[in-house]
């Protein structure tokens, strides 16, 4: 079993910056992609970012170029830092691996971390 931890939200100003984490811990061996996903109250949640093991990102068309994702492999963390925040972006942040292991796929989810961002 994989756990995952975030950390690092809180309420900031509208253009401040926020950098959140997420540590993997437990049977860690496997995992692929990792990534960070937003659920704001009454939405749906939505993808904002993965990046793969080789590093290769992605990102929501709505954070690119404010938001970059990284990981660092030997300590199974990934990093959302987030940049010029706005208010639409206040929603929880929930961190996500997925993964390979003894011929079978797996998908985690944290609990999430709250981003509030006051206009």
């Known amino acids: 079993q994989v756990q995952l931890v975030e950390s690092g939200g809180g309420l900031v100003q509208a253009w401040g910056s926020l950098r959140l984490s997420c540590v993997a811990s437990?049977?860690?061996?496997?995992?692929?992609?990792m990534g960070w996903s937003c659920q704001a109250p009454g939405k749906q949640r939505e993808l904002v970012s993965t990046?793969?093991?080789?590093?290769?990102?992605n990102y929501a068309d709505s954070v690119k170029s404010r938001f970059t994702i990284s990981r660092d492999n030997l300590k199974n963390i990934v990093y959302l830092a987030m940049n010029s925040l706005k208010a639409e972006d206040t929603a929880v942040y929930l961190c996500?691996?997925?993964?390979?292991?003894?011929?079978?796929?797996?998908?985690?989810w944290g609990q999430g971390t709250l981003v509030t961002v006051s206009s």
């Open positions: 990046i793969c093991s080789g590093g290769l990102t």
């Open positions: 437990g049977s860690t061996f496997g995992i692929g992609d």
């Open positions: 996500s691996v997925e993964g390979r292991r003894f011929s079978r796929n797996f998908e985690v």
